[in-house]
């Protein structure tokens, strides 16, 4: 019987949380590997590991600030410093208008929803 997406998901997020220091390629080709996925597939796999650990990464630095006494504020101030270094204007300002329009679209979507 073929697993559905919610478990194979929660089978890979599990392993994944589990894998130690296992290089994440090589956890993600033995992933693949066990679940028979094509290429297409695998990208995304990929994208949404890396947005898994990208938001781990984040919610641990956050942690360990507020553990120093930094503020959200410059914990953000200072990620968004990080971010920007060594980019050219044009890609700071592509960079700030994501920011936000995300937030503008968060912020309207709490309106509509209350």
């Given at each position: 019987m073929p697993q559905s997406f919610e478990d194979i998901l929660t089978s890979m997020l599990?392993?994944?949380?589990d894998k130690g220091e296992q290089p994440f390629g090589e956890f993600l080709d033995e992933q693949v590997e066990r679940?028979?996925?094509?290429?297409?597939?695998?990208e995304d796999?990929?994208?949404a590991l890396d947005l898994v650990d990208?938001?781990?990464g984040n919610y641990r630095g956050l942690q360990e600030a507020k553990k120093r006494g930094v503020?959200?504020?410059?914990w953000l101030e200072n990620s968004l410093e990080e971010i920007m270094e060594g980019r050219t204007d044009e890609e700071?300002?592509?960079i700030m208008n994501g920011i936000i329009g995300k937030l503008e679209n968060q912020e309207s979507s709490h309106i509509e929803n209350q």
């Open positions: 599990e392993a994944y949380e679940q028979g996925f094509d290429e297409e597939s695998k796999m990929k994208k990208k938001l781990d503020s959200r504020r410059q700071k300002e592509m």
